[in-house]
């Protein structure tokens, strides 16, 4: 028997890739390397990336293809070849991020993703080139802060991978599911399917050149900053909390979370937030409605640097609902204070770095 190219293509054209329901020659999968050598084939499938979940299943449909259609003493070599490059590695990712801040709060309501947002805005107002992570999975709310609900973000071909495009705004690069989702239905997701979302907005994403990676996380201790903590080598965590004891208590959970010696990511410090009220008329008078000074005393007792205390003014719940930070206007009270807050987050990461060796990502071990 002759072996030649027709009947190889013919053969193949018989298998249906599930990925896109044609066959292998209409999606054009077949690489234009086929070689017959008396009755030896050898060509290559193109499949869309490594992780393809069809790919084992095609090779072997487009094996049995050629032994069904042309004959079963054809010895077949069939090699993969991919549109797109895989993934790097944990510990490659993101090469050119200088600088991973993870803002934390032991528990909501304690304006950590408005901490988060400004803290982001005040870093790019002093010419650094920000980027800010909303990884609150369940409950984002970067979109909306910036008022950019409407934004969806597009893939990009870059060194061979697709990447997702982030979002520009306030000369930050962002990035949330909820660009992904829709914003009036809950995410009813189990814990990996969340972890494994979070991380192809690490992972797939085209951040470039970053002075810092701000992470907005979600409250608490969770699956999400453990896939955090695999994923990415934090530079230093900024816990946030308001005043209140209950709120405190709470802040040291955060704050053990990250120096557990497993773990062992700096603190670099507390911001608290809310740390009085100042009426817009009377913009000289202070009222400690949540406790005073409790941020304070903790960073003292944790030896940890209290890095700002953001008064609570009615413009700033505003200025993030409206899509317009506080920190966008630094001739504010509080756009002020989210600029020293910038300035003081630089002091002690250039401490931090001349000091400390970089942080490691945190290893699973089954015991």
């Known amino acids: 028997m002759t072996l030649y190219p027709k009947l190889i293509m013919d053969a193949l054209a018989t298998v249906t890739y599930p990925g896109n329901k044609k066959n292998l020659v209409e999606a054009e999968m077949v690489a234009d390397n086929l070689r017959i050598d008396g009755m030896k084939v050898s060509f290559s499938l193109i499949f869309p990336r490594e992780t393809d979940p069809f790919l084992k299943s095609t090779v072997k449909a487009a094996e049995a293809a050629i032994h069904y259609h042309v004959s079963k003493d054809v010895d077949v070599t069939i090699t993969t070849e991919f549109l797109s490059k895989p993934r790097p590695e944990v510990g490659k990712l993101l090469p050119d991020v200088k600088n991973v801040i993870a803002v934390s709060s032991g528990k909501g309501g304690v304006g950590k993703s408005t901490v988060a947002a400004n803290l982001a805005i005040a870093l790019a107002r002093l010419g650094y080139k920000v980027g800010l992570l909303d990884c609150d999975v369940f409950g984002p709310s970067v ?7 409407d934004a969806r ?3 990009v071909k870059k060194d061979g991978r697709d990447l997702i495009e982030p979002i520009e705004k306030y000369g930050i690069k962002l990035l949330s599911i ?4 829709n914003p009036d239905t809950a995410t009813l997701w189990r814990g ?3 972890s494994n979302a979070l991380k192809q907005l690490i992972a797939d994403a085209d951040w470039g050149d970053l002075d810092y990676f701000i ?3 979600p409250p608490g201790t969770s699956d ?3 896939t955090l903590l695999q994923t990415l080598a934090i530079t230093g965590a900024v816990i946030v909390s308001t005043p209140q004891n209950v709120a405190l208590a709470d802040a040291r959970k955060g704050i053990d979370m990250y120096q557990n010696e497993k773990v062992g990511v700096p603190i670099l410090g507390l911001v608290e937030n809310m740390a009085w009220f100042t009426p817009a008329e009377l913009p000289e008078n202070k009222y400690y409605i949540f406790g005073r000074e409790g941020c304070k005393n903790l960073a003292k007792e944790m030896n940890v640097p209290l890095l700002a205390q953001i008064p609570l003014v009615q413009s700033i719940c505003e200025n993030g609902d409206n899509g317009t930070p506080a920190a966008t206007d630094s001739s504010s009270i509080t756009g002020l204070a989210f600029i020293n807050l910038a300035q003081a987050v630089v002091t002690v990461v250039n401490r931090r770095n001349k000091e400390q060796a970089p942080t490691k990502i945190v290893k699973v071990t089954k015991e």
């Open 192 to 194: 990996g399917m969340a």
């Open 224 to 226: 999400i900053h453990l």
């Open 143 to 149: 979109p909306k802060m910036f008022h950019v609900e």
């Open 153 to 155: 973000p597009y893939a």
């Open 178 to 181: 909820g660009f992904f989702v």
């Open 215 to 217: 992470l907005d996380t």
